[in-house]
């Protein structure tokens, strides 16, 4: 049995959860997402409580078991939490401006890069620190896809450190080149 498949998912108060043969549809305050899930697996509802289960052994199945739980909670918190990723901009010069939809980045290039974030997500400036970029949105493989791609223009170098990471990720550092000495 799946670890994460057999796990329950509790239906939080103000969250409303529609299943319409394969088609799962989960409306909250934050707004809507929906799900069509494969044939092997099966949903069911009952009260405030979700169970996925599946029909057979096959490895194939299996793994549908898991990530159809995992995808129906993510589902379940975004609507009703939201998801957020936090990009840290570390280097001289480096910054970044965000007018609507899109994200203007100078990272040290000849140019700036121009970013459109998808529908979906939101992009905004930290009010706090100016060199924190705010990702956030109701569909948790939409905000995680908009901040790699973001990272993915700059990421961080392990000797100065300098790009764009992750809020609180590690980086590595490596030890430069010395000068070899005279004899």
């Given at each position: 049995?799946?670890?994460?498949?057999?796990?329950?998912?509790?239906?939080?108060?103000?969250?409303?959860?529609?299943?319409?043969?394969?088609?799962?549809?989960?409306?909250?305050?934050?707004?809507?997402?929906?799900?069509?899930h494969e044939a092997p697996v099966s949903v069911i509802i009952e009260?405030?409580?979700?169970?996925?289960?599946?029909?057979?052994?096959?490895?194939?199945?299996?793994?549908?078991?898991?990530?159809?739980?995992?995808?129906?909670?993510?589902?379940?918190?975004?609507?009703?939490?939201?998801?957020?990723?936090?990009?840290?901009?570390?280097?001289?010069?480096?910054?970044?401006q965000v007018s609507g939809q899109k994200v203007t980045l100078n990272?040290?290039?000849?140019?700036?890069?121009?970013?459109?974030?998808?529908?979906?997500?939101?992009?905004?400036?930290?009010?706090?620190?100016?060199?924190?970029?705010?990702?956030?949105?109701?569909?948790?493989?939409?905000?995680?896809?908009?901040?790699?791609?973001?990272?993915?223009?700059?990421?961080?170098?392990?000797?100065?450190?300098?790009?764009?990471?992750?809020?609180?990720?590690?980086?590595?550092?490596?030890?430069?080149?010395?000068?070899?000495k005279g004899e």
């Amino acid at each position: 049995m799946s670890r994460i498949g057999k796990q329950i998912i509790e239906i939080p108060s103000g969250v409303e959860v529609t299943l319409e043969g394969r088609n799962i549809k989960v409306k909250g305050s934050k707004g809507e997402l929906s799900y069509e899930h494969e044939a092997p697996v099966s949903v069911i509802i009952e009260g405030n409580e979700i169970t996925v289960k599946r029909e057979d052994d096959m490895p194939h199945t299996r793994s549908l078991h898991g990530l159809t739980r995992a995808l129906i909670q993510n589902m379940v918190t975004g609507v009703s939490e939201g998801f957020t990723k936090r990009l840290e901009i570390i280097g001289v010069g480096y910054r970044a401006q965000v007018s609507g939809q899109k994200v203007t980045l100078n990272l040290g290039f000849s140019h700036p890069i121009d970013y459109m974030v998808p529908e979906g997500v939101k992009a905004e400036m930290d009010q706090e620190n100016k060199n924190i970029i705010v990702i956030s949105g109701i569909d948790k493989q939409k905000v995680g896809q908009a901040a790699a791609k973001i990272r993915g223009y700059r990421p961080p170098e392990p000797y100065k450190g300098k790009g764009i990471r992750y809020e609180g990720e590690y980086v590595p550092r490596k030890v430069g080149k010395t000068a070899a000495k005279g004899e």
